[in-house]
């Protein structure tokens, strides 16, 4: 890229992606108020309808908040390997018609079309792939389209639902002007409380004033977000890579001495993630457990192993790895189970653990659970774990973040 010439940056976000996907799956559910998460007072939303949201629903609010404002919302756990799939999807649709793309969500998505435009337009190319992506998977998705990650991301948040928004270049600091402090990328709610309580509500108000104001205010990050507001932003978009690891956590809705329901617990996740390495033909070569306790004290553990992607090889050593872990004179809060260094291939045989009927029985059950839901067969043990607590999934060591940080 020239000096002269200027970038032109795609944001592309599929909209209500959790929600849309149950709609694939039940159409009963289109046009109504409904809320992906936990249906608990500890759970918390991971995703909710535009339907909802007219309530006041947002994501990561707290389950019992969401259910006082929309009383009347289908409630729906949701699926994590049904996400996946889609979202692995919608990504190959990307990685074929674009030459640079960041994947940093299971939903959304920064391609750089710099140069694009003087063969077929980059306006063209972001509708294309917005109409391949609404065509093949029926998802509705919106994108914004400025010269940087910040504008577009914002300029995204304006065309949903199901929308488009394109910034010209030269007026991206007029655009921002208007908009409250909260619409730029990195300002969370203790940034904006400080802000406002100074009487800075508007982004207008964080343009004009100095930057290094903002730096003695918020230290590094205040001539970052001075930058922002002011349509700067140079970050580049980092090409993506296929994940490392995939794991799992459960918050319990109290915090349990209760052995039986832990173990359980930790039964059906490793289950689960063992599933979805057999679905994406992937293998681990390392398992962490976590513990954290009441008082938010938090442990791992992990162990490097030979490459394989078996229950009856994985489970064990999952339950290995937690009686070391485990610290009797606490109550426990949250466990987790983490699967990394991921490679691809099938599984192996070991002879001296490994059985053909084991074989055909992994075929059978997977089966079952890439027609009717993952949740559908599992081992009786772990059949209770899926109602006594708040699961979060975050598949790419990222999710935690990019679900607190979601506005689609």
């Excluded at 007026?171 to 619409?183: N, R, V």
């Excluded at 990050?221 to 001075?226: D, E, I, K, T, Y």
């Excluded at 004290?297 to 078996?310: F, G, L, N, S, V």
Aim: net charge positive; proline share 5%.
């Amino acid at each position: 890229m020239s000096s002269a010439e200027q970038r032109v940056i795609l944001h592309l976000d599929l909209d209500s992606f959790f929600v849309s996907v149950e709609r694939l799956h039940n159409p009963a559910l289109v046009g109504k108020p409904v809320i992906v998460g936990a249906d608990s007072d500890r759970g918390v939303v991971a995703s909710c309808s535009y339907e909802a949201r007219a309530y006041g629903v947002r994501s990561a609010m707290p389950m019992r908040t969401a259910k006082q404002l929309c009383p009347d919302a289908i409630i729906v756990r949701g699926n994590s390997g049904a996400y996946m799939e889609m979202s692995d999807v919608v990504t190959e649709l990307i990685r074929a018609r674009v030459p640079l793309f960041e994947k940093t969500s299971v939903d959304e998505f920064y391609v750089d079309l710099t140069g694009t435009e003087k063969f077929f337009g980059a306006e063209k190319l972001a509708r294309d792939v917005r109409a391949a992506i609404l065509r093949e998977t029926h998802l509705p998705n919106s994108f914004g389209l400025s010269a940087n990650k910040t504008v577009s991301k914002v300029a995204t948040d304006d065309a949903k639902p199901n929308g488009t928004k394109q910034i010209a270049h030269g007026t991206e600091k007029p655009y921002l002007a208007p908009k409250p402090i909260e619409a730029i990328p990195g300002v969370g709610g203790k940034t904006a409380h400080l802000l406002r309580s100074m009487g800075v509500a508007r982004i207008a108000t964080m343009q004009e004033m100095p930057m290094e104001l903002l730096e003695r205010l918020l230290g590094a990050h205040g001539p970052v977000l001075w930058r922002k507001a002011n349509g700067i932003d140079p970050s580049p978009v980092v090409p993506w890579h296929e994940r490392k690891s995939i794991g799992t956590e459960r918050t319990f809705a109290t915090d349990t001495l209760d052995l039986v329901k832990v173990r359980g617990m930790l039964t059906a996740m490793a289950e689960s993630l063992a599933f979805q390495l057999r679905r994406g033909r992937r293998l681990t070569g390392c398992v962490n457990v976590r513990v954290r306790y009441a008082d938010m004290e938090t442990h791992d553990r992990q162990q490097r192993i030979p490459y394989t992607a078996c229950d009856h090889l994985l489970l064990p050593l999952v339950h290995d790895l937690f009686h070391k872990l485990y610290d009797r004179r606490q109550r426990i809060r949250l466990i987790g189970v983490r699967f990394s260094n991921l490679v691809g291939g099938g599984h192996q045989m070991d002879a001296f653990t490994d059985t053909e009927e084991a074989m055909r029985l992994y075929q059978a059950m997977d089966k079952i659970r890439q027609r009717f839901g993952d949740r559908t067969v599992m081992r009786a043990s772990g059949m209770d774990a899926h109602s006594i607590g708040r699961m979060d999934d975050p598949f790419d060591g990222q999710a935690p973040l990019l679900l607190a940080n979601r506005r689609t």
